[in-house]
Each structure stands twice: as structure tokens, then as C-alpha cells.
């Protein structure tokens, strides 16, 4: 396990420079602190399933740093996170006053212990309503009022293009403006190829960290 972080951390150095991992992991030692939750540690086995991606949190940096970046009124909004894993995001889009965060999650585990971070916080953002979604983000129906989709890198591309052809499908019935937040955004090239334009796009060094996409 030691191992595997030394990697992660030189090839953080490597393409984002000292100075932006500094940020980044001190970030991570602060808000999950701030927050008062437990998002961390990876303690959770046989997470991967199909074609998702193992558990791991998005960084509350480029978390915050993106997700300040949104034009719209955060109160009237429905932010909805696909692989939601322990909650993380949905925290923090609390702490943005968004309406209502939706955690789509396919692991019956990690909603196990996204529900345990989200009761340790929700007292704090009475005005936001928390749910959490088990099941697969192929076949979960967006909500007509849903205007801020979250991605953390969760799925392959042959997941991501089925969610991309519900998001169409459900703009073109229920015509509305709709961001896309995809941290770590792996197959953007998926989001331009289906008519989605870059709002937004937060990079570090050599790497592209996060995109805001818009339809």
C-alpha cells in the first residue's frame, strides 16, 4: 500500500508540480477535518464491478475550485453525483447550498457508508435534501429538474457513453441548461464528440484536473 501511494505521489509531482500536490494534500487532511467525515481510507474490497473504476475520493481542491465555478443559483438546483462512492461530493455540494444532491451508486457498501457521512453532516445544510441511489448509472432515470451532473472518472467509456445518451435523452424531453462537472475527465473527448461545450477547464502543469461541460 506504501508503495502505491509513493507512485501516486511522484507522478502528481511529476505532472502537476509541487506546488498544486501540496495543495492538494493538504486540502485533504483540512476538509476532511471541515467536513467531519470519513472518506479517506480505502477499507472497502471487491469494488470492481463491470466496467467501474475502484473507490477513491475526489479532491476537495478541485472539488471547491470547480464546483465555485458554476453559474447558476446553487438554491434552485439539483446536483446529482454518478459514483458516488462514501459521499464526498454530495458534502461538499451541500456546503455550495444546492437544493438537492442525488449519489448514484452501484456498490451496496459504499451507499452503506455514504448514508453514515451524510447523517454526521446534515444538521449543518438543512436546506439541502440528501438521497442516495443503489443502482446501475446505466439505468438510472435523471430527474427532469437535474442541471448539475457530477463525474469523478467512475466508468469506461462504454458506461459513460450510455449515461451521455440518458443525459441527451432526458434534455430533449425536458429542455433545460445542464452542466457537466467530470474531475479527472479521462474521456472528455466522449462529451465533445456528443455536442457538449467547455465551460470551464481548471488544469495543473500537465494535467487536465477537472472540465465543466455545457448543453
Not at 104 to 115: G, N, R
Request: charged share 15%; glycine share 4%.
Amino acid at each position: 500500500m506504501l508503495k502505491k501511494y509513493l507512485y501516486y505521489f511522484s507522478q502528481s509531482i511529476r505532472n502537476r508540480g509541487w506546488m498544486f500536490t501540496f495543495k492538494l494534500l493538504w486540502h485533504e487532511w483540512l476538509d476532511e477535518r471541515y467536513y467531519g467525515i470519513s472518506t479517506l481510507q480505502i477499507d472497502i474490497q471487491d469494488l470492481h464491478l463491470d466496467d467501474n473504476h475502484h473507490y477513491q475520493g475526489a479532491s476537495y481542491f478541485v472539488l471547491n475550485q470547480t464546483l465555485s465555478q458554476l453559474p447558476i443559483e446553487a438554491q434552485k438546483t439539483v446536483f446529482i453525483d454518478f459514483g458516488a462512492g462514501k459521499g464526498r461530493a454530495l458534502v461538499v455540494g451541500a456546503s455550495k447550498h444546492f437544493a438537492q444532491v442525488i449519489g448514484v451508486e452501484l456498490s451496496k457498501d459504499l451507499c452503506q457508508v455514504a448514508h453514515q457521512n451524510i447523517a454526521k453532516v446534515q444538521h449543518r445544510y438543512p436546506h439541502t435534501h440528501f438521497e442516495i441511489v443503489n443502482t446501475d448509472a446505466r439505468t438510472y432515470a435523471l430527474p427532469s429538474n437535474a442541471n448539475v451532473l457530477f463525474f469523478f472518472n467512475p466508468f469506461g467509456a462504454s458506461v459513460m457513453q450510455q449515461v451521455i445518451n440518458n443525459i441527451q435523452q432526458s434534455v430533449q424531453k425536458h429542455p433545460r441548461p445542464l452542466y457537466i462537472v467530470y474531475v479527472n475527465p479521462v474521456f472528455s473527448d466522449l462529451f465533445l464528440s456528443n455536442n457538449f461545450s467547455i465551460f470551464y477547464e481548471l488544469r495543473s502543469k500537465n494535467y487536465p484536473e477537472a472540465i465543466i461541460f455545457f448543453t
